[in-house]
């Protein structure tokens, strides 16, 4: 599997592969790291699939791609479409880990879309949306490391792999813009209305027949599981045997490989124009 580092729109990416019969992978990582920290999942997909297109991009601000005045769901697909574009990429497969995860959701509700894959991003908040609302005073000072810090001791970083936890801890920029921008659509709206926006999306994804795997390393909370398979039926949800916390897909790349490899092939893929 070739590869290229370059610029796609205004996005850093890795560009892997070639455009043969499978539908081109595209790639988000989570909110403060980068696209390296897809490297174990690629590895993995190049030895079951080594001629399949793969685009791996730096989210704005994050990585080797600029910042930018806002970070709303719907700014930071229209730029991943951009890079889509400027790739030449088709109707791709979405894969996104946390941040990452909901990134792809909101892109398959909006653009040509063959398949999404969530790792490990619950679309709705739980007690999430009303930790950072509290501690918004925090994360607006220069204690902000402290919020940050906090949620990186509940995502299991300890359950990992030594070369695994080395690059969750170190290929990282937690940076108080990314930190307040990406989650400024939290701190301003209601439970309610975020969750409503999420299944506005998903009964979209529905209608269109785009396939939807939610993968985790342990069995979803049973309110976000109901909830999920209430507004997508067909969803399917993987939980991978490796665990990994936060991060199933550095625990075990390779289960995570096999899944995406198997999705999107003759997929209808429809959108709207």
Do not use: C
């Not at 990992?160 to 801890?169: G, K």
């Not at 209430?230 to 916390?245: F, H, K």
């Amino acid at each position: 599997m070739g590869d290229a580092q370059r610029r796609y729109g205004d996005l850093a990416a890795d560009s892997l592969g070639t455009d043969g019969d499978g539908p081109p992978l595209v790639l988000l990582h989570g909110l403060t790291y980068d696209r390296s920290q897809w490297g174990p999942t690629l590895r993995a997909l190049a030895a079951l699939d080594p001629d399949r297109r793969v685009l791996a991009l730096d989210l704005p601000g994050h990585g080797a791609s600029p910042a930018r005045d806002s970070y709303g769901g719907s700014d930071v697909t229209d730029v991943i479409h951009e890079a889509v574009t400027d790739a030449g990429l088709d109707r791709p497969v979405m894969v996104g880990h946390s941040l990452g995860g909901a990134m792809a959701t909101i892109y398959a509700a909006r653009y040509p879309t063959r398949g999404v894959v969530n790792v490990d991003q619950p679309l709705t908040l739980g007690p999430f949306g009303g930790f950072l609302r509290r501690n918004e005073p925090v994360l607006r000072s220069p204690e902000y490391l402290r919020v940050w810090d906090s949620l990186l001791d509940g995502m299991g970083i300890d359950k990992l792999p030594p070369a695994a936890q080395e690059l969750v801890r170190t290929a990282t920029t937690p940076r108080q813009d990314l930190l307040l921008g990406y989650w400024n659509d939290i701190l301003v709206t209601t439970d309610e209305a975020f969750t409503a926006q999420r299944r506005r999306e998903l009964e979209r994804i529905r209608s269109l027949g785009i396939p939807y795997h939610y993968v985790t390393g342990r069995e979803p909370a049973p309110p976000f599981r109901t909830w999920l398979e209430a507004v997508l039926p067909d969803v399917t949800i993987d939980v991978l045997p490796g665990g990994g916390g936060h991060f199933p897909h550095l625990a075990d790349p390779a289960a995570l490989a096999r899944i995406i490899a198997g999705i999107g092939a003759g997929s209808p893929g429809a959108h709207r124009p």
